[in-house]
């Protein structure tokens, strides 16, 4: 059973990592945007992985895990976010949505790699009403940025 909890506390600072690559993607598109509604709401989706990534935390914790270590897919990845800054620094928001929602891919990739796994019913219960929240997020960004293409 241990081994199976390692693999879970591993999965789960996996998406630990994923969420907080969104949420610090989100926070520096909403510090280079200059439109107050890209703004308002990438700062919303910033926070909303703040509080998916406590949940998790908190989750890995009351299992007996260690939630602050880093996941085994961690590292020069991080996980289609890399690419935000530059668009920042134009300050050009289509670049910037196209950044956020390769940023999203790599986050609904991951998350539902995850509900494909062999996790708990409550594990997968959060993980799986994350995923819905995550993949919410992705088809809004991509509606906005091709809202600008018409």
């Not at 926070?27 to 890209?38: H, P, Q, R, W």
């Not at 796994?117 to 509606?143: C, F, M, T, W």
């Amino acid at each position: 059973m241990a081994v199976n909890n390692e693999k879970v506390f591993s999965r789960l600072n996996d998406l630990i990592e994923t969420l907080k690559d969104g949420e610090k993607g989100f926070k520096t598109a909403a510090d280079g945007v200059e439109e107050n509604d890209l703004k308002s709401l990438f700062r919303q989706f910033s926070h909303q992985r703040t509080e998916y990534i406590d949940e998790l935390k908190k989750l890995v914790r009351q299992m007996g895990g260690d939630a602050d270590q880093s996941g085994s897919i961690t590292g020069a990845l991080h996980r289609g976010w890399m690419d935000i800054k530059s668009a920042v620094a134009n300050k050009d928001a289509e670049a910037i949505l196209n950044e956020c929602e390769r940023g999203e891919d790599a986050a609904v990739k991951e998350f539902s790699e995850a509900l494909n796994e062999d996790l708990p019913a409550d594990v997968k219960s959060i993980v799986s009403r994350q995923y819905d929240g995550i993949k919410s997020v992705h088809d809004n960004v991509k509606s906005l940025r091709d809202s600008r293409h018409s």
